[in-house]
């Protein structure tokens, strides 16, 4: 294909117009569920600061390493376009005084994203995500509940075969201990890891353990596990964690390997999974994480506010939409047209647009194609939308103030008075 004079970037996808219902209708249910649990919306800029990423996000992470979209402005500030929705939140609440609010705080946010990847099906360089976050609660029962929540959105979109994937990476007082398990365990073995896991090892040995490379398997399956090495704090809050899940019947399964790229969480993590009936449950080829989440009890105050315990979570919206395309799932129609107006001649046209005004302030859908001049034209494309009724105003109803009303499904037609027409169709569409 000649290449155009203009293109989107690589990894920046338009969001046409057929696409959008599948956008509206996510927004749709996520805000409808948020509401319901008591959280209220917050948007915040797209652009941030650098150093609020590399401080929460932290310095070794693959969004910061690897991912952002920085640069200078003209005043010299270096600036980072959002990569992650937390770190952001987490500023503003601390920025207006959220921190003196009755606790807990619980916001959420739909918006869009941008890393620095390598494009791909289900990974971009923009992509939109809608996030939780509830700020001022330490209890098991706050984590279990943004799963249910991401859960429930998703269920209620109709997605078919969920599972969330769930681990524990601890906190600061057991972290460290296994962390140097871990180290000592690789570094006996460090010809047998891949490239990138050698590096790995000096400077995020927990990131090991979700390395997909064929040669770490056999390395990875032998490696001591977190879950045995929680402290009791930590080992009861999974505990309960999952009780609660158990509860609600939600699927999970336990992954040892699953760490989440991000160096702020502590305790639960969990990523959000659709496996297709086709796939085998433990397939590697598992498709990618609809969404992910966790707890972060140390960011508040790593960001400057006070020691705050949070829970949160995000769901990529293109990532649902096209399991939505693919599994077929269908929302009912949004309100059809119900009239079609054609008409010829300047003065038909005048008489169109009161018309339309009339019908928009009685909600009911109209149509019309003033491009077109010839009647035939405009009944056909009345038909191929499916109008329930035409209005035809030809230049003698004009004159004479009438208007025809033509059953698109009978090809009856009759003629009305103009003042009459709202009044009629109204009567019309109600008796259909
Ligand atoms: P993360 O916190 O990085 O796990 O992101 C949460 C969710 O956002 C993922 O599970 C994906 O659904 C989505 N996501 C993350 N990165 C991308 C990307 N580059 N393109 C599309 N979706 C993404």
């Known amino acids: 294909m000649k290449k155009l004079k203009f293109q989107s970037q ?85 920025e207006h005084g959220m921190q003196n609010l009755p606790h807990p705080v619980k916001l959420w946010y739909f918006g869009p994203f941008f890393r620095y990847e390598r494009p791909q099906s289900g990974r971009y360089r923009q992509f939109h995500q809608f996030g939780f976050e509830v700020i001022g609660e330490k209890g098991a029962v706050v984590d279990a509940q943004i799963i249910q929540i991401f859960y429930n959105i998703l ?3 109709k997605l ?27 570094r006996n073995r460090e010809s047998s890891l891949c490239v990138e896991c050698r590096r790995r090892l000096k400077e995020n040995v927990l990131r ?32 309960e964690v999952l009780e609660f899940l158990d509860e609600v019947e939600i699927p999970y399964r336990l992954n040892p390997y699953l760490v ?10 969990f990523e959000i999974f659709s496996i297709s009936e086709k796939q085998d449950q433990d397939s590697k080829e598992k498709e990618l994480a609809l969404g992910g989440g966790g707890r972060y009890d140390k960011l508040v105050k790593i960001l400057g506010g006070k020691d705050m315990p949070a829970s949160g979570g995000a769901v990529g919206i293109e990532r649902v939409v096209s399991l939505l395309k693919n599994q077929d799932v269908r929302f009912k129609e949004e309100n059809k047209v119900s009239v079609f107006i054609a008409q010829l001649g300047n003065l038909a046209k005048r008489k169109s647009l009161k018309l339309m005004d009339g019908f928009r302030k009685m909600n009911i859908k109209v149509a019309e194609s003033f491009g077109k001049d010839s009647l035939k034209a405009q009944l056909n494309r009345a038909d191929r939308i499916g109008a329930k009724y035409s209005l035809i105003i030809g230049q003698q109803e004009s004159l004479d103030n009438t208007v025809i009303i033509r059953d698109m499904k009978t090809g009856k037609q009759n003629i009305v008075k103009f003042e009459k027409v709202l009044e009629e169709i109204k009567r019309l569409l109600k008796n259909k």
């Open 10 to 94: 690589a990894g920046m996808n338009d969001i046409l117009p057929e696409d959008q219902k599948y956008f509206k209708k996510v927004y749709e249910v996520v805000s409808e569920i948020a509401d319901f649990y008591g959280f209220s919306k917050i948007e915040t800029p797209i652009l941030e600061n650098a150093d609020l990423f590399t401080t929460a996000t932290g310095t070794a992470t693959d969004i910061v390493k690897k991912q952002m979209y920085s640069f200078r402005t003209k005043s010299g500030d270096f600036l980072t376009l959002r990569p992650e929705g937390t770190p952001g939140i987490i500023r503003a609440y601390i």
């Open 260 to 269: 989440r790229g991000l160096d702020y969480y502590t305790k639960t993590i």
């Open 208 to 239: 090991i353990l979700d390395c997909k490379e064929e040669k770490c398997q056999p390395v990875k399956a032998d490696a001591p596990q977190i879950l045995d090495h929680l402290c009791e704090e930590c080992r009861l809050h999974f505990k």
């Open 155 to 157: 269920k209620e979109l």
């Open 160 to 186: 078919k075969s969920l599972i969330i994937e769930i681990n524990s990476i601890g906190d600061s007082q057991c972290r460290p201990y296994y962390k140097k398990l871990l180290s000592n365990y690789f």
